[in-house]
């Protein structure tokens, strides 16, 4: 008789773990903004990563729409830190963009999009950390975190995702990211590889990690702004010459000797005038993902016609502006059932969450991390939009030749629709370089087609 009790007290521990776990799930049919019903699989919700201090991070998840029983699962962090997993489903590669041409001050209007990597992808989309997007806690010491407690929230919370969603533990894994969350995938990948050896339960089934416009935290990142903005024409051969004679072994970000800082000084003046994360695009007050704060506060109280008050330039009417009009409505929040309380207004990218994050960062480099990933035989794509000058193309190469792999396929073009869309190196160690031809921070934001293409090419291990 005891051994039947324990029996029943543990399946009954269990499904109400398994009850309050489906509880958390909201799945969304029809969404403010769109016509008729999605013709996708969303689901929202919740992940708690600490009971007793009330942290939980949300997500939005959407299935694949080919075979999501086999298809590969990612985990997308968008970087900041401090941007939401909004702006992958909604900006980026997700099923929805914003139409921004069409905006009459009344709800935004969400429309497909084509080129949506969840063609062929199942992909979770999360608000990290804390304090970003709709993820909350009750306690304020959460709301102040640095790398390593920030990748291990990520990473209890895909362990939780995965007891609530069994089906998916057999799929191919991959970790994706972009800026800091480029970064922050890659940490979160080696975590994953270092607990599966170990036996950790349960496995995850990881594959790689793919990462675009990614910092490492290296002086290249910063460094790299001056060759690459001579390369685009924005500053003269003589100041690229002055800033490469007076700087030999600076941190550009922040130089030491007189001369240095002064030619430096002149360098970041040119790119104050120009938006550094794409630089064909017009320099807004909303420009993403940071300078937002002015229109923010014009938003404040959602009024219909903020747009003749705050922007005169319809150029800067974008889809960010429209991310953080849609997000603040009441009725979104209704449909995403969002906890009542937990967070005010509604941010984008939230600039709070990036300074505090930034000033305590505790791992210095993420190099030691693909070195290890990628020598254990893990896949690794990692993408650069070549108009990006915040991250630039140029510096995220010169860390990959630090790495000494040896190169199987040369600098070479590769094509979508028949069109350069882009350039790319194969490394050995299974590492892909791939730059998309116009692309800004964000590629799959400017560049959707080209960018599906690059995905669809890699996750099925082509060759771009």
């Known amino acids: 008789m005891k051994f039947f009790f324990f029996v029943f007290f543990f399946v009954l521990l269990f499904l109400q773990q398994w009850l309050h776990c489906l509880s958390a799930v909201n799945y969304v049919t029809h969404l403010p903004g769109f016509q008729g019903e999605l013709p996708f699989h969303l689901e929202t919700g919740y992940v708690s990563i600490d009971d007793d201090s009330g942290a939980e991070l949300f997500y939005y998840f959407v299935r694949s729409d080919s075979k999501p029983e ?21 900006l980026e590669m997700g099923p929805l963009h914003f139409k921004v041409d069409t905006f009459d001050g009344n709800i935004p209007t969400l429309v497909v999009n084509p080129y949506s990597w969840t063609k062929i992808a199942n992909m979770i989309f999360l608000d990290w950390p804390v304090g970003t997007g709709f993820s909350y806690s009750m306690t304020d010491k959460d709301y102040i975190t640095e790398d390593i407690q920030a ?9 939780k995702w995965f007891l609530r969603h069994p089906n998916f533990m057999l799929n191919p894994f991959y970790m994706g990211g972009d800026s800091y969350g480029g970064k922050m995938a890659t940490l979160v990948s080696h975590d994953i590889v270092e607990e599966n050896e170990q036996g950790q339960k349960p496995l995850i089934n990881i594959k790689g990690y793919l990462i675009g416009n990614t910092i490492t935290g290296e002086k290249i990142d910063i460094n790299s702004q001056v060759p690459h903005a001579y390369g685009l024409g924005i500053i003269s051969e003589e100041l690229y010459e002055l800033i490469q004679k007076n700087c030999v072994g600076e941190d550009y970000d922040q130089p030491q000797g007189a001369v240095c800082k002064t030619h430096l000084q002149a360098f970041n003046a040119f790119l104050s005038k120009i938006n550094v994360f794409g630089i064909l695009e ?68 939230n600039l709070n969450v990036s ?24 896949r690794a794509l990692v993408y650069s939009g070549d ?31 028949g069109q350069v869309a882009g350039y790319t190196i194969l490394f050995g160690n299974n590492l892909t ?28 291990q082509q060759i771009l």
Not at 151 to 159: A, S
Not at 285 to 308: A, I, K, T, W, Y
Not at 356 to 376: A, E, G, K, Q, V
Not at 439 to 445: E, V, W
């Open 433 to 460: 370089f791939a730059t998309v031809k116009g692309g800004n921070h964000l590629a799959p934001a400017n560049r959707p087609l080209q960018s599906f293409v690059m995905f669809e090419r890699w996750i099925s």
């Open 70 to 90: 086999e298809d590969p699962l990612i985990l997308w962090l968008s970087g900041g830190p401090g941007c939401s997993g909004f702006v992958g489903l909604a």
């Open 355 to 378: 300074i505090y994050n930034y000033s305590r960062l505790s791992i210095p480099s993420s190099l030691p991390y693909h070195r290890s990933l990628t020598t254990r035989g893990y």
């Open 282 to 349: 017009p320099l807004c007050s909303n420009g993403f993902p940071g300078g937002m704060l002015r229109l923010h506060r014009s938003l404040e109280e959602n009024s219909p016609d903020f747009v003749s008050q705050s922007s005169p330039d319809n150029n800067c009417i974008t889809s960010d502006l429209l991310a953080n009009y849609w997000a603040n409505n009441q009725l979104v929040r209704n449909v995403l059932q969002i906890k009542e309380g937990t967070v005010g207004r509604w941010y984008g990218c």
């Open 151 to 159: 990748k291990e929230n990520i990473l209890k919370f895909l362990r």
């Open 387 to 417: 108009h990006d000058l915040q991250v630039s193309f140029v510096g995220t190469l010169e860390w990959i030749k630090s790495l000494r792999y040896i190169v199987l396929d040369p600098w070479r073009s590769w094509h979508a629709v």
